[in-house]
């Protein structure tokens, strides 16, 4: 059974903390992506991630950073924290597959700002 | 304008409807159509895909595209309440792949 996983279903935090969301899959993909899902907005990318060591910016990457240093683990880290990054992140992986259509994801962790 | 446009719903059927969701793009270089299905409190799972035009169906589950009108559909027959959750339909290109907000559906016994 495929999994990925999230460090944590819930957290709270206050403005200005550091905070770091992990990822770990455990089906050897290549990608990794990060997104936020807000309200009629949808999933919207944050950073992906082709390969270890590798980062592209997706949407909106402002306020927020990735490390990659092992091929099943992506972190994103928001240095900052302020309140407009209260929102449910989600982590998903695929394949290299040139033309993938099949994203895995986490159950995702909801972050409160405060 | 939003490359995906799906409306939000929610929408609450009784069970046994057929249910019909919807979505239009803008981009017409995406080449696989997606929905996926997102119980609360978990996330998204793939339901079903469709490379380029024409119809896919998966037991009560059929996915339309109509790549000349931009626009992709998914109808459920016979609802269960199971079924109740938010789906979000998603398309992609290489490995760039856009998501609909998602619409909730509630299916009530």
């Known amino acids: 059974d495929v999994k990925v996983t999230q460090s944590s279903r819930y957290l709270v935090k206050r403005t200005g903390e550091k905070v770091f969301l992990e990822c770990v899959q455990d089906?050897?993909?290549?990608?990794m992506f990060w997104y936020r899902q807000d309200p009629g907005l949808g999933l919207r990318l944050i950073y992906f991630?082709?390969?270890?060591?590798?980062?592209e910016k997706g949407d909106i990457p402002e306020g927020y950073s990735v490390s990659r240093e092992k091929k099943e683990r992506f972190s994103l880290i928001l240095e900052s924290a302020s309140t407009n990054q209260t929102s449910m992140y989600l982590c998903?992986?695929?394949?290299?597959?040139?033309?993938?259509?099949?994203?895995?994801f986490g159950p995702g962790t909801r972050l409160t700002v405060t | 304008q939003k490359e995906v446009e799906q409306d939000p719903g929610p929408l609450s059927v009784p069970e046994g409807a057929i249910v019909s969701l919807n979505c239009t793009y803008s981009?017409?270089?995406?080449?696989?159509f997606m929905w996926y299905r997102q119980y609360s409190r978990k996330g998204p799972e793939l339901l079903m895909y469709?490379?380029?035009?024409g119809n896919k169906e998966d037991g009560r589950f059929t996915a339309q595209v109509d790549k000349s009108s931009k626009y992709i559909s998914l109808f459920i027959r016979d609802s269960q309440p199971s079924d109740s959750a938010t789906y979000l339909c998603?398309?992609?290109?290489?490995?760039?792949?856009?998501f609909g907000a998602g619409t909730r559906l509630t299916v009530k016994p």
């Open positions: 991630s082709y390969d270890v060591k590798m980062k």
């Open positions: 469709t490379y380029s035009s």
């Open positions: 998903a992986s695929s394949s290299a597959f040139l033309y993938s259509y099949e994203q895995y």
């Open positions: 981009n017409s270089a995406f080449q696989y």
């Open positions: 089906m050897d993909h290549e990608n």
């Open positions: 998603a398309m992609s290109r290489r490995n760039d792949m856009r």
